[in-house]
């Protein structure tokens, strides 16, 4: 099932403005590091080779997860209907270069990197999680998010230009960045409610998926997978 059908539920109908789906991005901890791996060892050798820019085995991917500082770090994602992370976008923090000199003057840029599943692909899950980065970025006084990926990455570079930011390539691999206007209250207020959004419809599904393993559990009943 590639419909947004894997997403929806009556919360989300209830959000919806104009007739358009609504997708929960949701921010991740600790609690989801689990079904962080999960969701990148999910990924077949191409889209591994994609999101990292060379391929990680399972290990290297294990070390990645297990390395993410959520203290540092933002991390979101996109849960289906099935509890399943179908998407993650990682948004990593870090000291200004003196290869931002020029582009920024602020203490801290932003690096983003997303991967989504094949079942969940040519929804705008990708440009979703991008923009619940740029908005967090630009509530926590950072004003340039950067991407870095290889050029053949067809959706980062959608993404990429449909954001409207300034790409350079070279040898195969591509960066690209985008400059972010200072916080206001409006974007404030949008962030807290995509995030209230987001841990309403977790806590629906993670309901859903708990009833659905006790009717499993019933005499005579095949349990689901």
Same mark, same amino acid.
């Given at each position: 099932?590639?419909?947004?059908?894997?997403?929806?539920?009556?919360?989300?109908?209830?959000?919806?403005?104009?007739?358009?789906?609504?997708?929960?991005?949701?921010?991740?901890?600790?609690?989801?590091?689990?079904?962080?791996?999960?969701?990148?060892? /999910?990924?077949?050798? +191409?889209?591994?080779?994609?999101?990292?820019?060379?391929?990680?085995?399972?290990?290297?991917?294990?070390?990645?997860?297990?390395?993410?500082?959520?203290?540092?770090?933002?991390?979101?994602?996109?849960?289906?209907?099935?509890?399943?992370?179908?998407?993650?976008?990682?948004?990593?923090? /870090? +000291?200004?270069?003196?290869?931002?000199?020029?582009?920024?003057?602020?203490?801290?840029?932003?690096?983003?990197?997303?991967?989504?599943?094949? /079942?969940?692909?040519?929804?705008?899950?990708? /440009?979703?999680?991008?923009?619940?980065?740029?908005?967090?970025?630009?509530?926590?006084?950072?004003?340039?998010?950067?991407?870095?990926?290889?050029?053949?990455?067809?959706?980062?570079?959608?993404?990429?230009?449909?954001?409207?930011?300034?790409?350079?390539?070279?040898?195969?691999?591509?960066?690209?960045?985008?400059?972010?206007?200072?916080?206001?209250?409006?974007?404030?207020?949008?962030?807290?409610?995509?995030?209230?959004?987001?841990?309403?419809?977790?806590?629906?599904?993670?309901?859903?998926?708990?009833?659905?393993?006790?009717?499993?559990?019933?005499?005579?009943?095949?349990?689901?997978?």
């Amino acid at each position: 099932m590639t419909s947004l059908n894997l997403f929806r539920n009556p919360l989300q109908r209830w959000f919806n403005k104009g007739g358009r789906e609504t997708v929960p991005v949701k921010a991740l901890g600790e609690r989801d590091r689990r079904r962080m791996l999960r969701h990148f060892l /999910s990924l077949e050798r +191409p889209d591994r080779i994609l999101r990292f820019g060379s391929f990680m085995g399972d290990e290297q991917i294990a070390k990645y997860v297990n390395g993410i500082d959520f203290g540092r770090d933002m991390v979101f994602g996109v849960y289906n209907r099935a509890f399943r992370l179908a998407a993650v976008g990682h948004l990593a923090f /870090s +000291p200004r270069q003196p290869s931002s000199d020029g582009v920024t003057e602020k203490d801290r840029v932003a690096e983003f990197g997303v991967s989504v599943l094949k /079942s969940a692909r040519g929804m705008g899950i990708g /440009s979703k999680l991008f923009e619940r980065a740029a908005i967090v970025c630009r509530n926590h006084d950072v004003d340039t998010l950067y991407m870095h990926c290889l050029s053949s990455n067809q959706t980062m570079m959608h993404i990429a230009k449909k954001a409207g930011m300034e790409i350079h390539r070279d040898y195969g691999e591509a960066d690209a960045y985008l400059k972010i206007g200072p916080a206001n209250p409006a974007s404030v207020l949008q962030e807290a409610m995509q995030e209230q959004l987001a841990t309403l419809d977790y806590a629906l599904k993670a309901n859903v998926r708990r009833a659905t393993k006790l009717l499993d559990k019933l005499p005579g009943r095949a349990p689901r997978k």
